[in-house]
């Protein structure tokens, strides 16, 4: 390699290289690693192939492709992952963000304004809460966090996020930093919805609003994911037999952690409605379910709530 070596000619040989290794995005994953080696946007990638490249920096961009041939997830090897508009940094603590998951942020988004503007809130009321289940890279907590700043009424909302591992609420609170978000979000390892070790406080208060993106595949589907799934923690993938172990022991406690009124968003698969719905009608009688749809016509979002208007 030397300095004649352009970016359209690194592209195409780590394109072939990749697409041989299984990639189903080998272009675009090459243009993201050559683009994180010489700190370059893909639109400029693109619009001058013919630029030359260091041979320090082919180098480097040679060892990035040789790790993705192997399997490992692009946005572990560049260490940052885009989702809602914001650049989170990633790695093995925790699950990617799926571009899936921002249809969980833009409902909750939707039902914070519904829970802060349909009923009349006294002046000096205290703030709504807003409890992230299992936030993993704190992803949704921090999108959350960010756009109801963004629309004014972060003031009014107080933000919870909690996982049952160290590691991942650490990779959170790194994210919520980088984000300017950390002051409005409580950090607790806890096991799902248990309110007895929030905060290390017993009876912490109930969420108005409580979101979960749990592990929901099946234990026997994990080992037949892409290789890129075996780079995240199988804690956050695996949802035991039939991938909603999890969510069902969550809905078996939104009685006592979501408030009379309140509403819980959980992310679901895309088979798995009729699950939640049975497991809702045993654990919350009374409790209104509907299941929103992704772009594809997919069930994606499970919401259970008590008492908010639809």
């Not at 080998?26 to 630029?51: F, K, N, Q, S, Y």
Request: hydrophobic share 45%; net charge negative.
């Amino acid at each position: 390699m030397n300095g004649r070596t352009t970016v359209g000619s690194l592209l195409r040989g780590a394109a072939e290289t990749l697409r041989a290794s299984g990639s189903e995005s080998a272009r675009l994953d090459a243009e993201l690693l050559m683009g994180h080696v010489i700190r370059a946007e893909r639109t400029a990638l693109l619009a001058a192939p013919e630029a030359p490249v260091r041979s320090d920096h082919a180098s480097a961009f040679a060892a990035l492709v040789a790790r993705r041939a192997k399997g490992e997830p692009v946005a572990y090897i560049r260490g940052l992952k885009e989702f809602y508009s914001l650049v989170l940094s990633v790695d093995p603590r925790a699950l990617i963000p799926r571009p899936e998951t921002e249809l969980l942020v833009e409902i909750g988004i939707d039902r914070l304004r519904r829970l802060l503007t349909g009923h009349p809130r006294p002046e000096g009321s205290a703030p709504l809460v807003a409890w992230d289940v299992a936030t993993g890279s704190g992803a949704v907590c921090v999108a959350l966090a960010v756009e109801s700043r963004k629309r004014g009424y972060g003031a009014d909302v107080r933000f919870r996020a909690t996982d049952v591992s160290a590691d991942a609420l650490s990779l959170a609170i790194e994210n919520a930093v980088a984000h300017g978000v950390a002051e409005t979000i409580d950090f607790a390892v806890t096991d799902l919805a248990d309110l007895a070790y929030v905060n290390d406080q017993p009876g912490a208060s109930p969420a108005d609003l409580l979101l979960a993106n749990l592990p929901y595949i099946p234990t026997e589907v994990v080992p037949t994911l892409p290789v890129a799934a075996s780079y995240e923690p199988v804690l956050a993938l695996d949802g035991g037999t039939d991938g909603l172990g999890l969510v069902r022991r969550l809905i078996g406690q939104l009685e006592g952690a979501v408030r009379d009124g309140g509403v819980a968003l959980l992310e679901i698969g895309a088979a798995q409605a009729e699950g939640v719905r049975a497991a809702s009608l045993d654990s919350l009688p009374g409790w209104d379910v509907a299941i929103h749809a992704d772009d594809s016509g997919l069930a994606r979002v499970a919401e259970l709530s008590r008492g908010l208007a639809q």
